[in-house]
């Protein structure tokens, strides 16, 4: 079913569009986080937005590793597979980190009603 390489432009679009939906989350997680109030505590409100990128971003990498695994089950040839073998890797990487760390509260102060462990004055 999967004969040639055009079944690789699915994946290689998701790929860009997950790099795309990563620069602009992260470009808003750093303008949230590198206001700083000149004590050491990191300022600047919840953004909801960053949660729903990071929910599409989710959704991506996962629609991403089911075609990257079909389209390994169905490749007809060992050079295709090969090639998708090697998409599905980073992809995978990505996913156990940097998805791990933000599900499983690495961002700590993105969340309503997130307080400061900063004292004030």
Not at 47 to 53: A, F, I, R, V
Not at 98 to 105: A, E, H, K, N
């Amino acid at each position: 079913m999967v004969r040639s390489l055009k079944w690789a432009a699915i994946p290689a679009s998701l790929i860009a569009l997950l790099v795309v939906l990563m620069v602009v989350r992260i470009q808003k997680v750093q303008q949230r986080a590198t206001l700083w109030t000149g004590d050491g505590c990191k300022s600047g409100p919840y953004d909801p937005s960053e949660h729903t990128y990071l929910v599409v971003i989710s959704a991506v990498a996962a629609l991403l590793v089911l075609i990257l695994g079909v389209q390994i089950v169905l490749a007809k040839t060992q050079i295709f597979r090969v090639l998708m073998i090697t998409l599905l890797i980073p992809v995978l990487l990505f996913g156990s980190g940097y998805l791990f760390f933000v599900w499983t509260g690495g961002e700590s102060n993105n969340h309503p009603g997130f307080v400061s462990d900063c004292h004030a004055g």
